[in-house]
Antibody, heavy 120, light 107 residues
Framework: EVQLVESGGGLVQPGRSLKLSCAAS????????MAWVRQAPTKGLEWVAS????????HYGDSVKGRFTISRDNAKSTLYLQMDSLRSEDTATYYC?????????????WGQGVMVTVSS | DIQMTQSPASLSASLGETVTIECRAS??????LAWYQQKPGNSPQLLIY???SLADGVPSRFSGSGSGTQYSLKINSLQSEDVASYFC?????????FGSGTKLEIK
């Protein structure tokens, strides 16, 4: 059974950093591109970043480019999101998502989400 | 960036009815479009990919269609468990973008 379990969320002050993790199991993690998608309270979905299966290619949404870094450790089957220079508008539930096929870009498995609150 | 315009923002329909949700892309996305359902308090669930392919385990009353810049999600024989928000997503180009969502309620 595919499982994605996010961790690392919490309350953080504006301008500070936070690192999210997503532990994957039930599939060959190193075969799949992976992504982070977020959802601000009562708002819609926003794609944040994607990373290729080997980790060499990354892509970011305009609102986080230059501040967030997606990475992965295939040996640990774990996806990361390093979030720097956090702003109040980064407050959201962050989901780790796996695509429907190894190189795909639509998402058939999602974690339960982790809440990040940016506030002083 | 590709803008996804989704309509309507909210929808109220009776059990057994057929409803349609639409997404319009700001440029041709070559059927690289997915639809998701999100029930309150839950993570999104994939319904449709490649504009018209039904994801595993999704009831056949859900269907997707469209091409170019115009896409739609149809739900036949509306059931109470279909109460949810629905989102489209284009994955033709980075940055991937979602529609603003449609909240579906039962009348």
């Amino acid at each position: 059974e595919v499982q994605l379990v996010e961790s690392g969320g919490g309350l953080v002050q504006p301008g500070r950093s936070l690192k999210l993790s997503c532990a994957a199991s039930g599939f060959t993690f190193s075969d799949y591109n992976m992504a982070w998608v977020r959802q601000a309270p009562t708002k819609g979905l926003e794609w944040v970043a994607s990373i290729s299966y080997g980790g060499s290619n990354t892509h970011y949404g305009d609102s986080v480019k230059g501040r967030f870094t997606i990475s992965r450790d295939n040996a640990k089957s774990t996806l990361y999101l390093q979030m720097d220079s956090l702003r109040s508008e980064d407050t959201a539930t962050y989901y780790c998502a796996r695509p429907g096929w190894e190189r795909g870009n639509y998402f058939d498995y999602w974690g339960q989400g982790v809440m990040v609150t940016v506030s002083s | 960036d590709i803008q996804m315009t989704q309509s309507p923002a909210s929808l109220s329909a009776s059990l057994g009815e057929t409803v349609t949700i639409e997404c319009r892309a700001s440029e041709d996305i070559y059927s690289n479009l997915a639809w998701y359902q999100q029930k309150p308090g839950n993570s999104p669930q994939l319904l449709i990919y490649d504009a018209n392919s039904l994801a595993d385990g999704v009831p056949s009353r859900f269907s997707g269609s469209g091409s170019g810049t115009q896409y739609s999600l149809k739900i036949n024989s509306l059931q109470s468990e279909d109460v949810a928000s629905y989102f489209c997503q284009q994955y033709n180009n980075y940055p991937f973008t979602f529609g603003s969502g449609t909240k579906l309620e039962i009348k």
